[in-house]
């Protein structure tokens, strides 16, 4: 049996310390990549650091905290929530269930759904009254900014959301205070954090991170995302999309005159 069976799905920590309870909100499916990003959480735990205790010091698998993770769907609990590559993960909750309601997390995670897809009204109540709940925070990854802007959780914020996808955000309506995606990867506004494209996310958790202290010493956050080779990136981008360029150079390899 692998050593990491079960890591995170319940707290593993043997005295009081902290629990952090981290909800992947996922109502219909999500981009694989975007999902990952859930993983440095879970890399920064006692849970996971206690499997690895020949290769960690104890002091910091001491400092770190209790982390819990849950995958929340549409579906009942064990069935399968549908990813991108042939992939897929196994819900543990459904959205209604106790274990889950506001007040019950601390973190709620929205991976990159189909940006085009219908969001059952339940899910997007639920996600509503997660936002609206005292010390609560909501991270959104690349087009999961749709599935927060259905629920009604954009209005008056400051945003980001993919670079390529800001002009469908817009036609969405969902009436932000500023549209930061086309030259930041992340952005925090009050409880709302969002970030741009994919691995954008992983950016996204090493910033939530570091400005998040009462969860997460500041000195296992910086090794353990030296560890992981992620949070190193700047928030503001470097350098434009080559989008155009890139399709042009494709129809002139192939020949076609169609755009």
């Known amino acids: 049996m692998s050593i990491f069976t079960d890591v995170n799905k319940v707290s593993r920590a043997p005295d009081n310390r902290r629990v952090i309870r981290i909800g ?26 206690s499997v690895l205790s020949d290769l ?16 929340i769907g549409s579906v009942q609990p064990g069935e399968k929530i549908p990813m991108t590559s042939n992939q897929s ?50 991270l959104s990854v690349c087009s999961g900014i749709f599935l927060c802007g259905a629920a ?10 993919p670079r390529g996808m800001q002009d469908a955000l817009k036609q969405k309506g969902y009436a932000p205070a500023a549209m930061r995606g086309h030259e ?42 030296e560890q992981l080779e992620v949070g190193d990136r700047p928030q503001e981008y470097t350098r434009e999309m080559g989008l155009a360029k890139h399709i042009g150079e494709l129809i002139a390899a192939s020949g076609s005159a169609t755009a």
Not at 24 to 42: H, K, N, S
Not at 204 to 213: D, E, G, M, N, S
Request: charge should be negative.
């Open 56 to 71: 960690m010091p104890k002091v910091v698998i001491d400092s770190a905290p209790s982390v819990q993770i849950h995958y």
């Open 24 to 49: 992947v909100f996922i109502p219909t499916d999500c981009q694989l990549l975007d999902a990952a990003g859930v993983d440095i959480f879970g890399s920064m735990s006692y849970e996971y650091l």
């Open 184 to 225: 930041l990867r992340w952005i925090q506004d009050g409880n709302f954090w969002s970030s741009g494209g994919v691995t954008n996310g992983n950016d996204l958790v090493a910033a939530y991170c570091r400005a998040t202290p009462k969860y997460f010493p500041g000195p296992l956050v910086e090794l353990i995302c």
């Open 152 to 161: 009604g959780l954009l209005k008056g914020k400051n945003i980001c959301g």
């Open 89 to 138: 993960v196994v819900a543990t909750n459904h959205y209604s269930d106790p274990e889950v309601a506001p007040g019950r997390l601390d973190i709620v995670y929205v991976p990159g759904p189909d940006p085009s897809a219908d969001f059952p009204e339940g899910a997007l109540e639920w996600l509503s009254k997660q936002a609206a709940t005292d010390g609560v925070d909501i």
